[in-house]
Antibody
């Protein structure tokens, strides 16, 4: 069974940093692209970042470019999102989602999400 | 950037009804469109990809159609578990980015 479990969310002050993790199991992690998607309270979905299976290709939404860094450790079956210079508008539930064998693909499995709150 | 506009934003319907949700793209996206269902407090679930391909395990009452700039998600006979929010998503492969529609909340009448 495919499982994605996010962790690392919490309350952080504006300008602060946070590192999210996503532990994957039930599939060959190193064969799939991975993604972060967020959802502000009461709002819609927003794509944040994607990383290819071997980390060769990485993309970010303009709203987080230069502040967030996506990475993965295939040996540990884990995906990460380092978030720096956090702003109030980054407050959201952050989901990790599995892509496909290609970098550009739909998101077929999602984690349960971890809440990030940016507030003083 | 490509924008996706869903209509309606809210939809009230009864069990057994046939409902259709539309997603319009600001420019042509071929068939690079997916539909997701999200229930309160839960993660989204992939229903349809490549505009019309049913994801494994998704009931056949869900169907998708369209290409270019106009797409539809149809539920042929609403079941109680279908009341949720639905999102369309487009993918642009190079450079890579994804856009979601604003969502359509389907409520029980």
């Amino acid at each position: 069974e495919v499982q994605l479990v996010e962790s690392g969310g919490g309350l952080v002050k504006p300008g602060g940093s946070l590192r999210l993790s996503c532990a994957a199991s039930g599939f060959t992690f190193s064969s799939y692209s991975m993604n972060w998607v967020r959802q502000a309270p009461g709002k819609g979905l927003e794509w944040v970042s994607s990383i290819s299976s071997s980390s060769s290709y990485i993309y970010y939404a303009d709203s987080v470019k230069g502040r967030f860094t996506i990475s993965r450790d295939n040996a540990k079956n884990s995906l990460y999102l380092q978030m720096n210079s956090l702003r109030a508008e980054d407050t959201a539930v952050y989901y990790c989602a599995r892509g496909g064998g290609q970098l550009a693909d739909y998101f077929d499995y999602w984690g349960q999400g971890t809440l990030v709150t940016v507030s003083s | 950037d490509i924008q996706l506009t869903q209509s309606p934003s809210f939809l009230s319907a009864s069990v057994g009804d046939r409902v259709t949700i539309t997603c319009r793209a600001s420019q042509g996206i071929s068939s690079y469109l997916a539909w997701y269902q999200q229930k309160p407090g839960k993660a989204p679930k992939l229903l349809i990809y490549a505009a019309s391909t049913l994801q494994s395990g998704v009931p056949s009452r869900f169907s998708g159609s369209g290409s270019g700039t106009e797409f539809t998600l149809t539920i042929s006979s609403l079941q109680p578990e279908d009341f949720a929010t639905y999102y369309c998503q487009q993918l642009n492969s190079y450079p890579l980015w994804y856009t979601f529609g604003q969502g359509t909340k389907l409520e029980i009448k």
